[in-house]
């Protein structure tokens, strides 16, 4: 069997040195494009392909970022691992997703992250521990989570950065279009309780109803679940209900009640009842939908993230927390003004 080519024959045949390889080889490192241009010749002619795993034992630097999730039912997490793995691997970097339950901490998936040596953790719809946090902490291994904050106190709080829309923002904007737009019974539909986005969603919604002397008419919790929301729309809506509008805290769960709003009872929206989720997931702007909405913003929230775990993998050591303007998205399923 023939033995595969090793760095060094390449810069043999390239006449330069063995570094230079290397440094052609991985992503943003300087080298000449005449150096380059021989190296990538002779590699070709050789078959040489760099292997990765042999140089981060040498660099002890895996360029691998864990990427743990839990809520790929929800359109807009597919959307933001779409995003975030092209602009880490645009920067050099491997992504390894782990799977998380979701409404549980992500400890389970611990070992496996370690095991693979990663450089850095992003914790997308995926509930930070206190374990968790203070095991990457001690590591040195930097934590981003993505839109949420957990309420891990101490040392690993202050190891662990976060990057979120402006959720409290973006439930004002809510309450006050609803308003605008003659609005007066409303109706919030909650996604976990114990999650920061639905959370600070529901208390920028809440502040902005009482600045316009109202209150939220009827709450239910959809648990941000499909089938649940649309339970929990039929409770909103029962008999005797008089609600004429409903703030759902993300897409997923506002298309879940606009389908029972118009195809169980019948209702017409926007004219009877108005409705506004949060996140933009493209389905929002389907024909069948037309879905009001409070726009996240994928890509400046992805470069939030990655540089955040750059800064860190590269020594910078404290934390920060990243906010993100949200933007309204007008479309059909409220009254014209």
Known sequence: MKN??????????????????????????????????????????LGYRPNALARSLITRRSHIVALVMSYLENQFYPLVIEKLSQKLQSEGY?????IAEIDEAADGVLAEILQYQADGVVMASARLSRTLAGSCADLGIPVVQFNRISDIGGLARHATS?????????????AELLVSRGYRRIGFLAGLEDSSTSRE?????NDALAQAGMHVAKREVGHYNFDLARAATRRLFAAGSDLDALFAANDHMAIAALDVMRHELGLNVPNDVGLVGFDDVPQAAWGGYRLTTVRQEVEP??????A???????????????VVPCLL??????RDA
């Open 4 to 45: 595969a080519p090793r760095a060094q024959d390449v810069a043999d045949l390239a006449m330069v040195s063995q570094s230079a390889v290397s440094r052609t080889f991985t992503p943003g490192a300087s080298v000449s494009e005449e150096t380059r241009r021989k190296v990538l010749a002779a590699a070709q002619k």
């Open 94 to 98: 491997h992504v390894l997703m782990f």
């Open 162 to 174: 976060s990057v979120t829309s402006d959720n409290y923002a973006g439930g004002r904007m809510a």
């Open 201 to 205: 969603r529901e208390r920028g919604f």
């Open 301 to 306: 929230m992805v470069d939030a993230t990655v």
């Open 308 to 322: 955040l775990l750059s800064e860190q993998m590269h020594g910078v050591l404290h934390a920060r927390d990243v």
């Open 329 to 334: 998205v007008e479309r059909d399923t409220i």
